[in-house]
C-alpha cells in the first residue's frame, strides 16, 4: 500500500512539501493580522497584533527564501489548518458584540495559530537537523521562538483582559440568573 502520494516520497520531499504549507499559512496570517489589529478595543492587544505583523512577515521572506535555496522558487501549498482557524476566528469576531468579549475572543483565535506556529516549527526544525540543513535549522528556530514569544504576550495580556471581560454586563447578568 502507497502512503504517500508520488511527490512525497522520503523526508526531503516531505520537509519542501511543509515549507510550502508554512509559507502559505504565513502569508495568510499576514493578510488576517491587520483586520484582528482593527478589531481589537484594547491598545495593547492591538499593539501586540502590531508588532506581530512585523515579525509575520518577516517570517514569510525567511521562508521564502530557505524554499529558494532549496528548489529555486517560493511555492507554496494549501494549509488547511490555517484556512479552518481564520473561518473560526472571523465568526467569532463578528459574533462577538461587547469590545471587551471580543478582545477575549481575538486572543483566544490567535493562541490558536500561535500554538498551531510552534508545532509547524518545531517539527520543521527537528527535520531540518535530520537532514542536514543546520542553517534552516537555526532559521526556523528563531522564527519558532518569535512564536513562542508572541503566545507569551498574549497570555500575559489575557490575564488583564479576561478579568475585565468577567465584569462585562453580558457576564454580570448571566451569574446574577
Ligand atoms: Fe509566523
Ligand atoms: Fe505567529
Redesign the pocket.
Known sequence: MKLFSAHIEDLRSLYISNLKKALDMEQK?AKSLPELIESASDPELANAFRL?LDE?QGHVSTVESILRNHIGEAATETCKVINGLSTEASDTIKDATDPTIRDIALIGAAQQ??HH?IAVYGTLRRWAEILGHDEDAALLESIEAE?EN?DAVLTEIAGRVNLEGADTPAVRSRSVA
Open positions: 496570517i506581530h509575520t495559530v500561535e506556529e512564536e508572541a
